[in-house]
Nanobody
Framework: QVQLVESGGGLVQAGGSLKLSCAAS????????MGWYRQAPGKQRELVAN???????NYSDSVKGRFTISRDNAKNTVYLQMNNLKPEDTAVYYC????????????????WGQGTLVTVSS
């Protein structure tokens, strides 16, 4: 089994910064990609950013230049540094792990965290 535990959400004023962390725990060999999605009230869940085990990062256009994703493979942890936050960034942010490998013949396609709320006030 594997669990994703997020931390770092909260309330911040527009223009401020927050850093989210997500640690994967359990017994597994590797995780292909880790990342963050978000879901605002009344909207669909959307990709914010993800990063492969090799360090290749991908960002949504709405956060490029403001958010930075990083990953510590030794700690099985992914981070999201969010700068210059805007009210439209308000959402529940979910950590996501893609293709968690347990053995060469057993893996999970994806695992989700429980979500952490980020609120940006204007």
């Amino acid at each position: 089994q594997v669990q994703l535990v997020e931390s770092g959400g909260g309330l911040v004023q527009a223009g401020g910064s927050l850093k989210l962390s997500c640690a994967a725990s359990g017994t597994f060999l590797s995780i292909n990609a880790m990342g963050w999605y978000r879901q605002a009230p009344g909207k669909q869940r959307e990709l914010v950013a993800n990063i492969t085990s090799g360090g290749t990062a991908n960002y949504s256009d709405s956060v490029k230049g403001r958010f930075t994703i990083s990953r510590d493979n030794a700690k099985n942890t992914v981070y999201l540094q969010m700068n210059n936050l805007k009210p439209e960034d308000t959402a529940v942010y979910y950590c996501h792990a893609e293709r968690v490998i347990f053995t060469p013949t057993r893996w999970y396609l994806e695992v989700w965290g429980q979500g952490t709320l980020v609120t940006v006030s204007s």
